[in-house]
């Protein structure tokens, strides 16, 4: 699931696109806010050396493909049940590519081995491996309804535009305005 | 004559009946559960009383599918685990989901059953819908379909044994509960050490040491390799989407058995290594102590659905299944007390149960008759049977005299069975009667499997039947079981490669929704063994469709005549072999057993021991529940 041609641009010696990744739930509503995002904006005419790639899948599974694609920059869009805000909150933030300890690794990699899709153990895997560049942003949005089915609820399905609008802003920082 | 507790005889032509006489053959009445009580007499009895017993809780942290929980007790003045409750505390609903469905839909949406597991659980799904239709691939998308299987086992089989089994081996653990075993690990020269490359069984040992150990981070190397084999047949991975009714959308071409071929050469490699290297590290435990044989130990009842079919036999038709189903590189089987009773499908079907007697379900045989009294043959059928089943779930009782899983009680001739990758060896080399071929030979009492030239020289192993069905066991059958799958590949490529020279291309079949009543069952295996799919439509539109899967059987509770499901059955008498005192026990033999077994549900878990949690994982994909 490519976006144009995977162009590339070059950042502090690390050369490759700049991925959008979706990681989402399937059929859990809110949940799969990453991977439904990502089929709803892929279309889009989003710059040539943007990729928009949906992600959803085991974090070590995740590790080989960042690897593969070696972006410049990534920003990883997702739904997580934090439970401190409201339902519909988006989140943005630097991640901290500070690695974690290795039984929290360990812990996830195993749990990710059978088969769990996890935007946690996601970024715990890639980063202990180091497969994030620097500048890696995440986009979060709080659930409000984890039920079987398709759709999201009110308050998610509203804040989609708003999500949008910060992965846009993301990809058009120049890099010396990327935040590290 | 294959049954013993159900009233099923044979005629002269091989046809099952209902013995005359029974006026109601499947009735039962279920006994009453007691707690666990020290015996008057044997081992441990004339110990003082109150016994020195300790609840033992491996308690789940779940996240988005499914989890295992085990509940434990230990005799701490035996050394050993007296009572066991498996407990699957997530309902899924794959079957209520798919009524009233068009039938093809069935295959993307069960797929999602499982995150490792999802191209067999499409395959089945196919195989079914097949069957229900009345249609049948090309040979060629039989093959590829094969082909895929085989690179989706690579992804699963290495985890297992390198992520989720093997560490519970490495130096790191094992310093913690046996440190005498680490000091006479490192003594210990490695039979195998010319081919694996580790001098003494230390160093395998430091090489299943979490993150840092070479064959912990491999094993992430190789599920790569397993992936991209599956991704060039099935186009994608888990969850294919090139996987139809009669066949494969795949676009395939020579390159794509060539790219394949290159994978699976890297595969015989690892073959070579990874059967010498558990061959070392499980001699070592078994010769070290004796007692390790017993550890996970249950009666060897296995049972195998099959997989691989041969294209030239397979048909899709009920009416052939036991032809196509003994054709299949590893063919289906019971095998109850160490001996194969049966390797044909409708002896497997029919005389296949589930029971919801301590799960959360309501009974559907009560105050209605069952839907089918036969299966298309007319051969007999249980009202407990999956054509007649009915999920009602009703998440009652919640203790463990009554009620305390959602997982089923799956049983074949009223009887425990568990199904493995292991189980897939076992059966084909007792069934002795593997298609000629230059890769594998089943003997009988074992199988010899020729891995190619490739980086390493070619090379020949041998697995025999063990003597015992245990945790050593199985994780040395599964490590002989990648092996077996490989040259089952290779095979199974040959073959393509002739179609294709032939010009057979096709790899798919049109087909129409048919719109009367109709039943199907697909037979299949997942890289963790039995996987199972009934299906009845009608009007287009599914009106029943039922899902076992390999934790379905291993992960069951106890059944209506008290007999518990496998991972409890392998847990009670369970030696505790730590060389450590009582309070700083951390459980690794029980723990070791319930891996052995590659648990399917998405769970994190804990062992309580009420003096602090120590945290343990049994790790899995989410096909066990309902």
Known sequence: MISGPSGLSEREGRVGPVLIGGIGLPWLRDLDFGTQFVRRVEGLDWPEHVMVE???????????????????????????????????????????????????????????????????????????????????????IEPGDRSFGLGFSPEVEGAVDEVLAMVQEEVAKPPSEVPT | MCFKNLPIEFDDAGKARLKEGVKDPYAFNPVELKSYARPADGPGAKLGAPPKLRDWNIDPVTRVAGSLAVHTVLDLENKVAVDAHSIASLFRGYEIILEGRDPRDAIDISSRACG??????????????????????????????????????????????????????????????????????????????????????????????????????????????????????????????????GGMSTTISVSSFNEFYTQLGKIFDFCKVITRLWDDLMDFFLEANPE???????????????????????????????????????????????????????????????????????????????????????????????????????????????????????????????????????????????VDNPFIESTGDGMRMVMPRHELPEDELYWKVPRTLNAMERNRARAYAMANSAAVGMNIMLKALEYWRRGETAVSTPFKVPKDERLGVGFWEASRGWLVHHMHIDKGKILNYQITTPSTLNAA???????????????????????????????????????????????TTHIDTGLGTIVREVNSCGCTLE
């Open chain 2, 116 to 245: 490792v597991c999802g191209g067999v659980h499409a395959t089945v799904s196919a195989l079914a819908i097949e069957m229900t239709f009345g249609i049948c691939p090309p040979p060629l998308g039989v093959e590829v379909r094969n082909l895929g299987e085989v690179g989706e086992y690579f992804y699963d089989r290495p985890l297992h044994l390198g992520l989720l089994a093997g560490p519970d081996y490495s130096t790191s653990l094992v310093s913690v509960t046996n440190p005498e075993l680490v000091t006479l690990a490192e003594k210990t020269l490695c039979r195998h050490g010319d081919i694996h490359g580790y001098r003494t069984i230390k160093d395998i040992m430091d090489a299943l040491n979490p993150l840092t150990g070479r064959i912990y981070l491999e094993a992430l190397e190789w599920t790569r390799v397993g992936r991209v084999m599956c991704m060039i047949m099935f186009g994608k991975y888990p969850h294919p989407s090139t996987i139809v009714p």
């Open chain 2, 292 to 434: 390790y044989e017993q550890v996970g130990a249950r009666p060897t009842n296995i049972a195998q659905t099959g997989v691989f079919d041969n294209s030239e036999v397979y048909d899709a038709t009920y009416a052939n299944i036991n032809e196509w189903g003994n054709a299949r590189w590893n063919v289906p089987g019971m095998v109850i007390e160490g001996k194969l009773v049966t390797t044909n499908l409708t002896d497997i079907n029919v005389g296949f149960e589930e029971f919801i007697e301590h799960s959360f379900y309501d009974d559907w045989t009560k105050g209605s008759q069952p839907r089918f009294k036969t299966d298309p043959l007319g051969n007999p059928l249980s009202p407990h049977h999956p054509w007649n089943k009915r999920t009602l779930p009703r998440p009652t009782g919640k203790n463990f005299k009554e009620k305390y899983t959602w997982d089923t009680a799956p049983r074949w001739d009223r009887q425990s069975i568990e199904t493995g990758a292991y189980g897939s060896v076992w059966v084909t080399a007792l069934a002795g009667q593997t």
């Open chain 1, 54 to 140: 949906d992600l959803s899948f085991a974090a070590h599974r995740v590790l080989d493909r960042i690897n593969e694609i070696a972006p410049s920059r990534v920003i990883l869009v997702g739904c997580m049940p934090r439970e401190v805000d409201p339902p519909g909150t988006v989140r943005r933030y630097l991640l901290d590519l500070t690695p974690p300890p290795d039984q929290e690794v360990h812990d996830r990699l195993a749990e990710a081995a059978g088969g769990i899709i996890d935007l946690d153990h996601t970024l715990a895997v890639v980063r202990y491996w180091k497969g994030f560049p620097e500048g890696t942003i995440v986009i979060e």
């Open chain 2, 557 to 603: 509770p106890r059944d209506p005549f008290g007999t518990p499901g496998p991972y409890e059955e392998a847990v009670v008498g369970t030696p505790i072999l730590e060389s450590v005192r009582d309070e700083d026990i951390k459980g690794i033999d029980i723990l070791r057993a319930i891996r052995s077994f590659d648990p399917c549900m998405p769970c």
